[in-house]
């Protein structure tokens, strides 16, 4: 704010008035408000130069003058403290009208003034002339600083008191008093050159005064709202500085944190952990962390200054070390389970093999390789819940029978592994029969009813069978491999021969991944016919596969297709297999169909089947009428939308499809009802079985009538006999498969 927008008679157009200049003008007009006693003197010094013209001239005027002055100078007293009774704040919205009232009796005041000595200078009296003349200028240069927030006023109130005095003194002495006239406008002059430049300091103390002040109220907001707490500690190494957040995060009264406490002095009484004395009080930066009774934790940062003070800052970090626990614990346990994981037993594998040999002589370290029985099983027809469910119950069965200081983790899938730092062979032994015998047979989950599962364990020991980690782990796998190909559900020690079986198996897997790059160099096809049981006739074969080894000689599907299952070949070889079928049923004479297997894992894993098919038929110019698949419901167990899908995008192309081995294992009317199978394939168990066992027979019986009550084919398989020939026609089949029709042979066979 300026004098220009308070009084009118100097008003011109000027900026809009923000809150900064409103805030700036308020105090400058509180400087006016503010110095009494310059204000006191100046008319005390009027009332002195009417009080001696009265004492020597008698002249009434100087009794008015005097009186005069008293109501002026009390008048603008009370005004002065009226506005300070209302403070600063409290005026801003009537600031023109408090600097209307002022400037009114400035302007009364140093007319009265310029007037009197105007009467004192005509009265051509020395004494009296040179007391106006000091009182009149000393007056008029103190109101060049006392008004400067108001330049213009202060300027008029100047002009209106030098102006009288420039006429009477021309109009009250000799010509020498024209000198003293001229003189008096050049201290106009001056004087008005005084006021502006006091003014513009003013107002510039004024602005910088606001802008400490609000950038220190930033800095209090600052420091009272951040999350941290702040303590700032002068070169005496005193508290300074400091905000609310300290007592809080420090669990202490807030009068506890006083400023004016020594280093040492806020260590004992402020912080949870006094030992933190020693940060606080050296010279150099450093960090440390305490714990408090309610569990948090706090890091406090220490940093000297350049001024020999330190700042010391204080953080609630108990999220960040929980948050970087959970990521640690995370990183080495099994999210299901929370057992440890493969990285932490390895870790704890290597370091006691690593602590073996400062052991005493005949210690060691075992390792206990663990793989569920039937799993998969409960995995693909009860749900993933349920095989959660038999995790879980796996990984407690593990930690109750595992000992003090065991190693207990999952490594993956459903297998586990223990490791025992000190235990003995024994020990190792008599942890896996508690283990075989806990966990095998029926186990209640929760569900409606108990599944059966069990569990097959391999044992490995360093330093007999190696003191490397990774070969220890593989060598307990081999002899879990040993338990599995045993029966299931036993354990067994590593042998040096299993070493040989693994490198065996290596070998056959990689000898099977170089004959499928080699386009099925080795493969071979061998077809079996399905008859119509009515006429005899040929009317399907199914494709059967072979390996001639180059070393190994003829193979049957047994020795290598579960190998190619349990490492992803079964895909490549599921391939050439369907390629191959085609090709071959292309050139049979009596144009019957070709049927081909395809294996659960490959179904599973291969979304491109379909395409394959296709590609298939359409290189051999073999016609989808002539060309089924067959699939067994372990295929349909995994509940797997996109398996469906597959099945469908086949029977749309023309495709039929059998569901073969029906009647094991995981049989379920609800698979027929899944998908619109175009065949039932009786499984040859219950054929050859069914001419002694009136069981068996009923099962045929009752397969065959499904299947011509959803009008879908029959095929009895396994009919070796002329009885069991009689029997399926009997019960109502219409194919049939067997040796008594035909054994596998060759495509070369076929003309």
Known sequence: MSDLSLWPIFRRPSPARTAVSDEVAAALLATLFTRTASLVLSGAAGLVVSIAVFARTGSPWAVAWSVADVIVLAGRLILIRSFQREGETGIRKDDRLWARAYMIGGIISSTMLGVGCFFCLLLQDQTISLLSLTVVTGTAGGLSSRNAALPRFATLQIILMLLPVAAGAALGGDRWYLFLTAEIFFYIWALASIVDRNHRHLEGLMLAERANAA?????????????????????????????????????????????????????????????????????????????????????????????????????????????????????RHDPLTGLSNRSRLMSGLVASLAALPDRPAGAGVTVLYLDLDGFKTVNDSLGHAAGDALLKLMA???????????????????????????????????????????????????????????????????????????????????????????????????????????????????????????????????????????????????????????????????????????????????????????????????????????????????????????????????????????????????????TLSQLHLLATAGVAVALDDFGTGFSSLVHLRAFPFDKIKIDGSFVRDATERADCAAIVRALADLGTRLAVATVAEGIETEAQLALVRREGCRLGQGWLFGRPEPASAIL
């Not at 953080?315 to 614990?329: G, I, M, P, Q």
Request: aromatic share 4%; net charge negative.
């Open 215 to 331: 950038l220190a109220a930033r800095f209090d907001a600052a420091l009272t709202n951040m999350p941290l707490g702040l303590c700032m500690f002068d070169a005496d190494g005193r508290l300074a500085v400091v905000n609310g957040r300290v007592a809080g995060l420090c669990n202490v009264a807030p009068e506890a944190v006083r400023l004016g406490l020594t280093a040492r002095e806020f260590a004992r009484e402020v912080l949870p952990d006094a030992t933190h004395e020693a940060l606080l009080t050296c010279r150099d930066v450093g960090t440390g962390e305490m714990a408090l009774a309610d569990g948090r934790t706090l890091q406090m940062s220490h940093h000297p200054m350049d001024d020999g003070g330190s700042i010391a800052i204080i953080e609630d970090v108990s999220e960040r070390r929980r948050a970087e626990a959970r990521v640690l614990y995370m990183a």
């Open 396 to 642: 407690d069965r593990l930690t109750e029978a595992a000992g003090e200081g065991d190693i207990v983790a999952r490594l993956g899938g459903d297998e586990f592994a223990v490791v025992q730092p000190g235990g003995t062979l024994e020990a190792a032994v008599d942890l896996a029969q508690r283990l075989v015998m806990s966990l095998g047979g029926p186990q209640d989950l929760g569900l409606e009813r108990e599944v059966r599962s069990g569990v097959s364990i391999g044992i490995a020991r360093a330093p007999d069978h190696g003191m490397d980690a990774d070969a220890l782990l593989a060598r307990a796998d081999m002899a879990l491999y040993a338990a599995k190909a045993a029966g299931k559900g036993r354990y067994r020690l590593f042998e040096p021969e299993m070493d040989i079986q693994a490198i065996a198996r290596r070998a056959l897997e990689q000898d099977l991944r170089d004959a499928l790059l080699a386009d099925g160099a080795g493969l071979l096809l061998h077809y079996q016919p399905i008859v119509d049981l009515a006429t005899g006739r040929v009317v399907a074969r199914e494709a059967l596969i072979r390996w001639d080894h180059p070393l190994l000689g003829l193979l049957p599907p047994v020795r290598f297709i579960p190998l190619a299952e349990d490492t992803g070949l079964i895909v490549p070889l599921g391939q050439w297999v369907v390629e191959q079928a085609c090709r071959d049923a292309a050139r049979w004479t009596d144009r019957v169909s070709v049927a081909v297997n395809i294996s659960p894992a490959q179904l599973g894993v291969d979304r491109d089947l379909p395409q394959i098919v296709a590609a298939a038929l359409a290189a051999s110019g073999l016609p989808v009428a002539r060309f089924e698949i067959e699939i067994t419901e372990s295929a349909l167990l995994r509940d797997d939308p996109r």
